[in-house]
């Protein structure tokens, strides 16, 4: 068995994915939306499923995990965030909770990270015997070039969610949940076209996805030089923002971010 944990994306819907931490023998699945490609991809690979990890309560995030418990046992932990309705969730994570999983063996801390949903949290496991690089698991918090959008929470939540994001290791890999990237750069080069890192990010990206790869997972280091959310202290994304608002000033991140975020929402 190989003990080095792999992580796997499995397609769902038009452009979710969910997320397969295995041991090359037991798994955990990652917002299982949908049962279907799930039970496909683990019977293929031969792998047990050992846990359901969730960050948020939106249907694409939640959809499967029923289907999966019936097919796959009853006694499967499902670990989500408190306050959302989350079917069949056994483990509520609040911030800074431990994960100590054993099949496959990894440590998770949890993160709460609201924005996108009031509860949502982040999954964050640092360097361990079979982790060779920290990762997280970030639902629809953080998106490669990207952020999520603010359906229940604040701008001033957003940009403090970043803030921990930020915060991580710089080679921390990065598991979102959607292929939003194209969309996201095109965005990012309104916000800042004279950015080098995202102007070649934007080739590197257009590739992938023309060889219908993943552009993900991305990292830390990598959201910090392309990301107009995670750069919301950054001259140029402040000057777009000062000037898409006809602000003159803009007293601190959180602000930039609520600009930049309805700027987006309407791109």
Same mark, same amino acid.
């Given at each position: 068995?190989?003990?080095?944990?792999?992580?796997?994306?499995?397609?769902?819907?038009?452009?979710?994915?969910?997320?397969?931490?295995?041991?090359?023998?037991?798994?955990?699945?990652?917002?299982?939306?949908?049962?279907?490609?799930?039970?496909?991809?683990?019977?293929?690979? &031969?792998?047990? =499923? *050992?846990?359901?990890?969730?960050?948020? $309560?939106?249907?694409? /995030? @939640?959809?499967?995990?029923?289907?999966?418990?019936?097919?796959?046992?009853?006694?499967?932990?499902?670990?989500?965030?408190?306050?959302?309705?989350?079917?069949?969730?056994?483990?509520?994570?609040?911030?800074?909770?431990?994960?100590?999983?054993?099949?496959? &063996?990894?440590? =998770? *801390?949890?993160?709460?990270?609201?924005? $996108?949903?009031?509860? /949502? @949290?982040?999954?964050?496991?640092?360097?361990?015997?079979?982790?060779?690089?920290?990762?997280?698991?970030?639902?629809?918090?953080?998106?490669?070039?990207?952020?999520?959008?603010?359906?229940?929470?604040?701008?001033?939540?957003?940009?403090?969610?970043?803030?921990?994001?930020?915060?991580?290791?710089?080679?921390?890999?990065?598991?979102?949940?959607?292929?939003?990237?194209?969309?996201?750069?095109?965005?990012?080069?309104?916000?800042?076209?004279?950015?080098?890192?995202?102007?070649?990010?934007?080739?590197?990206?257009?590739?992938?996805?023309?060889?219908?790869?993943?552009?993900?997972?991305?990292?830390?280091?990598?959201?910090?030089?392309?990301?107009?959310?995670?750069?919301?202290?950054?001259?140029?994304?402040?000057?777009?923002?000062?000037?898409?608002?006809?602000?003159?000033?803009?007293?601190?991140?959180?602000?930039?971010?609520?600009?930049?975020?309805?700027?987006?929402?309407?791109?």
């Amino acid at each position: 068995m190989n003990t080095l944990l792999q992580v796997w994306p499995i397609p769902a819907f038009d452009d979710n994915y969910i997320w397969c931490i295995h041991d090359g023998n037991s798994a955990l699945v990652v917002d299982p939306g949908d049962a279907i490609p799930v039970l496909r991809y683990l019977a293929d690979s &031969r792998l047990h =499923l *050992k846990g359901i990890l969730i960050t948020h $309560h939106h249907a694409d /995030h @939640v959809g499967g995990i029923l289907k999966l418990l019936n097919e796959l046992g009853a006694d499967i932990p499902v670990y989500g965030p408190r306050g959302d309705n989350i079917p069949g969730r056994t483990q509520l994570v609040k911030e800074g909770d431990v994960l100590e999983i054993s099949a496959p &063996r990894v440590s =998770l *801390k949890a993160l709460e990270v609201p924005g $996108h949903t009031l509860s /949502h @949290v982040a999954y964050f496991a640092n360097m361990q015997a079979n982790v060779v690089e920290p990762m997280l698991f970030c639902g629809d918090t953080l998106f490669a070039s990207g952020c999520g959008r603010l359906f229940e929470g604040t701008p001033t939540q957003m940009s403090q969610s970043l803030d921990k994001f930020k915060s991580l290791p710089k080679n921390t890999l990065v598991y979102c949940t959607h292929e939003y990237t194209l969309s996201n750069i095109r965005f990012a080069l309104a916000v800042e076209p004279n950015n080098v890192n995202l102007i070649s990010w934007s080739e590197r990206a257009k590739e992938l996805r023309d060889k219908n790869l993943p552009t993900l997972p991305t990292t830390i280091g990598q959201e910090l030089q392309v990301n107009p959310f995670m750069r919301c202290d950054q001259t140029e994304v402040i000057q777009s923002a000062k000037s898409k608002s006809g602000q003159e000033t803009l007293p601190d991140s959180a602000h930039v971010l609520a600009v930049i975020r309805a700027w987006k929402d309407q791109f």
